[in-house]
Structures are given as C-alpha cells and as structure tokens.
C-alpha cells in the first residue's frame, strides 16, 4: 500500500487536473514553502501534496487550511491553472 493516500474527490474543471494527496507528519522529511500564506512548513508536519497531472515537476506543498481556502476561494469555478 502507498504511504500517500488520495484525500475525497474533488471536482470542477481545473481541480480535475490535480491530485490532491496528504503527506504524514514522518513522510515529510524537508521544509517546504506553502504557496497559499507563503509561510515555512518545518520538516515533520502533515501536509498536501498538489500535483498537476501534466506537469507533476510542478507540485506544491500546502497547508491544508491554505488548500481549503484555495478552493473556497475559487469556489468551483473555472480560475485557470494556479501551476
């Protein structure tokens, strides 16, 4: 079974070029910088994983509050590409 597990479907049309998977407190092993408040995730804290399906080079590591309030804020309409 894979470490990363798919979080619940999301839909609209951009979000159907991502997946969305949680990182586990002990899988996340470096810093990371959360492109939502543009703040360090330390080493050893659970986050998301956002990977664009035609260019997974381009993933972004969130803050799932930061991912939520992406989505709330694009409120399911067609925003174009954030990657």
Do not use: I
């Amino acid at each position: 079974m894979s470490a990363e597990r798919p979080l619940r479907e999301v839909t609209g049309s951009w979000l159907d070029e991502v997946d969305v998977r949680f990182l586990q407190p002990y899988q996340a092993t470096k810093a990371y910088l959360c492109p939502g408040c543009n703040r360090e995730m330390p080493a050893g804290t659970g986050h998301l994983v956002v990977v664009p399906r035609t260019a997974p080079d381009l993933r972004r590591h969130w803050h799932r509050a930061c991912w939520e309030r992406e989505l709330r804020r694009r409120n399911g309409r067609d925003g174009g590409a954030w990657w």
